[in-house]
């Protein structure tokens, strides 16, 4: 009778155990699933509180040996801290062909010879951020390598590691 009992407790701990752990796969793979959002440029998000706005200056082409510069600028409108993550967070723009470009975040890890070349307040500039503060604006530089053009590039994505999120900015028709 002991025996009995002590299978039955064990089987259905196993059962249990199971059945957490197919429920624990199903939701982590649920949650990896990243929510998608599109933004025209120069416009906020509900969703996010966050408003967005790309520019390309071609006069800045030659501020970063081997680089043009996109910027993107962020401002927060919501009532909570938006974290960023330089080791997770991915950027990238689709050009005006439709191919998808990655952008550079941090020239100090990926390209060591050119950081050590730019100016100390430079350096500050382009370094990505960490978080935007409840209402503060933040400018995003992301690199590409001089053989990208950025004329007319469609949108610029993000994938944000902390909101589990693509955000998609679609670029503006140009008024010239």
Same mark, same amino acid.
Request: glycine share 6%; net charge positive; charged share 20%.
């Given at each position: 009778?002991?025996?009995?009992? +002590? ?6 701990? =196993?059962? @249990?155990? !199971?059945?957490? /752990?197919?429920?624990?796969e199903r939701s982590k793979? $649920? !949650?990896?699933?990243? #929510?998608? =959002? *599109?933004?025209?440029?120069?416009? #906020?998000?509900? /969703? ?10 071609? $006069?800045?082409?030659?501020?970063? &040996?081997?680089?043009?510069? +996109? ?5 927060? @409108?919501?009532?909570?801290?938006v974290q960023l993550n ?9 050009? %005006?062909?439709?191919?998808?470009? @990655? /952008? ?16 100390? %307040?430079?350096? #500050?500039?382009?370094?990505? &951020? +960490?978080? =935007? ?5 933040? $400018?995003?530089?992301? +690199?590409?390598?001089?053989?990208? *053009? ?9 994938f944000s590691a902390n909101?589990? $999120? =693509?955000?998609?900015?679609? !670029? %503006?028709? @140009?008024?010239?």
């Amino acid at each position: 009778m002991k025996r009995t009992r +002590l299978h039955g407790i064990l089987f259905l701990s =196993i059962v @249990s155990l !199971a059945g957490c /752990a197919t429920t624990g796969e199903r939701s982590k793979s $649920a !949650a990896k699933k990243p #929510q998608e =959002i *599109v933004v025209p440029a120069g416009t #906020q998000s509900p /969703a996010l509180g966050l408003a967005f706005d790309v520019s390309y200056d071609p $006069a800045t082409n030659h501020i970063i &040996p081997g680089y043009h510069i +996109l910027t993107v600028g962020i401002t927060n @409108s919501s009532i909570r801290v938006v974290q960023l993550n330089p080791l997770e967070d991915r950027w990238g723009l689709v050009d %005006r062909r439709g191919s998808k470009r @990655s /952008a550079l975040l941090n020239l100090r890890h990926k390209d060591p010879d050119v950081w050590t070349t730019l100016p100390p %307040r430079l350096k #500050q500039l382009i370094e990505y &951020p +960490l978080y =935007i503060g409840l209402g503060e604006t933040h $400018a995003i530089d992301l +690199l590409f390598p001089n053989n990208i *053009v950025l004329d007319d590039f469609r949108e610029v994505h993000f994938f944000s590691a902390n909101l589990n $999120a =693509i955000i998609r900015i679609y !670029a %503006r028709e @140009s008024t010239e």
